[in-house]
């Protein structure tokens, strides 16, 4: 049996998706800023594809969704732009990000701090979220952005981006949120979370990977990344991904659609699981189940280290990941682990399961059985855990 529980790190194309997107390869192919029937009969598709991604995030009219390549480029494209726009102007100094966004905001943060930005490393709890009031005791009138996550990558976390939204709003500093995980997961709303820019990529919610896009209030203009073409108003050039953007509409009305699903069914089947994770002794998950996306579990099991456990898990055809989906090939601790002050064991132990709508029943019985062996197994042959002292406490 495989089993694919790694969908934090990318999801299986929707058959309807898919559908959707083939006349586009080779059929109607033409590009869409040519003028010809080739180029004129991917407009209808495309303006479709693009109100479903407009209703997806509540975007209103007047504002600006703007297809990228992927949430790496959006992320990118938020941070150098105010870079460019309000630091390197002198106009103000200093951004804000959590110390656990994904790798895309934090090295572009450092990227921009190398050249001059101050910036503040905002860091999580105990439980692994942001308290949104810690947000206001970093904000000086010269921060320009806050970037923080609207759910963790690692643990599911959800962070409070309404709360920060209007922190930010209070104080004139505008507001970037990586949405990433949260769409189809948990109901995302560009209104009502106060936010100026917003990152999300259709791969994460069952559409293809290299296409994404950022959400632009109006009035909130960025400079471009990508010069030498008129595409998405000039503000990102480079021939449209019609096949993308037509399959990443579908599968944002169908996220949109499966939402119910996954806040219910999905989050009993995950709760579930996790139950039966946490009988096995030694196991640790930080974040509360109510204040994670419906689909994510990080549990550490002590002494196993997370790349031995995933290779058992592996061989046996499930498929999970230990850290970052970017990082997984260099062994690191998780890095969300990390944050929230773990021992060193823990952090090296964590691993992350996380389900889809696709995910059966059947699957994480398996799973579990596949778990229960690989534990065993790794624990018997695991120095640190066979000299740890008796009865383990959570050192957290
Ligand atoms: N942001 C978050 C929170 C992610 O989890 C990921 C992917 O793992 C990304 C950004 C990067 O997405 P993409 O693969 O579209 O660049």
Redesign the pocket.
């Known amino acids: 049996m495989r089993v694919y529980l790694d969908n934090?790190?990318t999801t299986i194309v929707d058959p309807h998706v898919f559908e959707e997107m083939e006349p586009f390869f080779v059929q109607k192919y033409g590009n869409p800023n040519s003028l010809h029937s080739f180029a004129s009969e991917t407009h209808q598709p495309l303006k479709t594809a693009m109100e479903k991604i407009y209703a997806g995030i509540h975007a209103p009219r007047e504002d600006s969704v703007v297809i990228t390549s992927?949430?790496?480029?959006s992320?990118n494209w938020v941070l150098k732009s105010i870079y460019f726009q309000y630091i390197l102007t002198g106009r103000k100094n200093h951004i804000i990000v959590s110390e656990v966004e994904?790798p895309?905001v934090i090295a572009t943060a450092k990227f921009i701090e190398s050249q001059g930005c101050r910036v503040t490393y905002l860091p999580i709890n105990h439980e692994g979220l942001i308290d949104a009031q810690s947000v206001r005791d970093y904000i000086t009138d010269k921060t320009a952005l806050v970037s923080i996550?609207t759910a963790n990558?690692e643990t599911g976390g959800i962070f409070p981006v309404q709360e920060i939204g209007e922190i930010c709003k209070e104080h004139n500093v505008l507001f970037h949120t990586?949405a990433?995980?949260a769409i189809g997961k948990i109901p995302v709303d560009v209104q009502s979370f106060n936010v100026d820019y917003l990152?999300f990529?259709a791969?994460?919610f069952h559409g293809p990977k290299g296409v994404?896009g950022l959400y632009i209030k109006k009035g909130r203009e960025l400079l471009p990344l990508l010069h030498g073409g008129s595409q998405m108003g000039g503000l990102r050039s480079g021939t449209l991904n019609v096949a993308g953007i037509v399959g990443m509409g579908k599968a944002m009305e169908q996220a949109v659609d499966a939402l119910d699903y996954e806040m219910t069914d999905i989050k009993e089947m995950r709760d579930a699981f996790e139950d039966e994770l946490l009988k096995i002794k030694d196991t640790f998950v930080v974040t509360p189940r109510e204040k994670r996306t419906p689909n994510t579990t990080l549990i550490s099991f002590r002494g196993i280290e997370g790349e031995a456990m995933l290779w058992d898990l592996n061989c046996a055809g499930v498929a999970a990941s230990t850290g970052?989906?970017?990082a997984s090939e260099d062994l690191e601790s998780n890095p969300v682990m990390e944050a929230i002050g773990a021992d060193a064991d823990l952090a090296h132990t964590a691993i992350r399961f996380s389900l889809s709508r696709y995910t059966t029943q059947e699957e994480l019985d398996y799973t579990l059985e596949v778990v229960k062996k690989a534990v065993k197994r790794l624990r018997e042959i695991s120095s640190s855990y066979a000299y740890a002292p008796d009865g383990h406490d959570s050192k957290l």
Do not use: I
Request: proline share 0%; hydrophobic share 25%; aromatic share 0%.
């Open positions: 934090n790190a992927c949430a790496t480029e992320n994904h895309s996550m990558n990586d990433v995980q990152t990529s791969h994460k994404g970052s989906a970017c």
